[in-house]
């Protein structure tokens, strides 16, 4: 069975710090990996990664995708209160239609407190 | 440009009964997902229509079911609801045979009394 786990479940920091959030997977035929910003309702787009391209980078976020050992990580710098939120990571398997059946783990919360 | 819509954005329900959610896919994408997302988890995958056809299926009862329409809009039927089926219930569109991700929705919460 597909599987994903984030860790840690639940995080609190404050502005400034910077967090380090961890997904694994064990999935056959692995395709991509991607990571959602959930605030309130819909979980928004952050990163999609391959295995042409294992790193990414918007503003002060970033995620690197580790093929060997099955995993992501999702960094933060200079956190935000902002940027509070739950962040939940998928997986896509490869094989059958594009962007099918999204596998998530159970998410991180972030709590940044002023 | 228009995002993926859902509605109701909230739903009460006894149990037993029977519900229906709608989803109107962001404009130019032609497949729908459902996931539910029951307090403190991840998006559970409900199923996936594409071309008006049930394509992929999670591991959810029969009670669930859906239907794609010409216009590529969705609903999600649920039957004889249960306390457990209350839940977050997320529709996300995408472009098929597309690089790029799917678009969630705000969702529907659904209460079961």
């Known amino acids: 069975e597909d599987k994903v786990v984030q860790s840690p479940l639940s995080l609190v920091v404050h502005e400034g710090d910077t967090v380090t959030l961890n997904c694994s997977y064990e999935v056959t035929n692995f395709r991509s990996l991607l990571w959602y910003k959930q605030e309130k309702k819909a979980p928004t787009f952050l990163f999609m990664l391959t295995s042409s391209g294992i790193e990414k980078k918007s503003g002060r976020l970033s995620s690197i995708l580790d093929k060997k050992e099955l995993s992501s990580i999702l960094n933060i710098t200079a956190t935000q209160t902002g940027d509070s939120a739950i962040y939940l990571c998928?997986?896509?398997?490869?094989?059958?239609?594009?962007?099918?059946?999204?596998?998530f783990g159970q998410g991180t919360i972030l709590t940044v407190h002023p | 440009d228009a995002g993926v819509t859902q509605s109701p954005t909230h739903l009460i329900k006894t149990r037993g009964q029977q519900v229906t959610l709608r989803c109107s896919p962001k404009?130019?994408?032609?497949?729908v997902s459902w996931y539910q997302q029951a307090l403190g988890q991840g998006p559970q995958f409900i199923f996936q229509?594409?071309?008006?056809?049930?394509?992929q299926r999670g591991n959810f009862p029969d009670r669930f079911s859906g239907h794609q329409f010409p216009n590529y809009s969705s609903e999600l039927n649920v039957n004889a609801l249960l306390l457990g089926d209350s839940a977050l219930y997320l529709c996300?569109?995408?472009?098929?045979?597309?690089?790029?991700?799917?678009?969630f929705g705000d969702g529907t919460r659904l209460s079961i009394l």
């Open positions: 229509y594409y071309e008006e056809e049930e394509r």
């Open positions: 996300a569109s995408s472009l098929e045979r597309s690089n790029q991700p799917q678009h």
């Open positions: 998928a997986v896509v398997k490869a094989g059958g239609t594009s962007y099918g059946k999204l596998t």
């Open positions: 404009s130019g994408h032609d497949t």
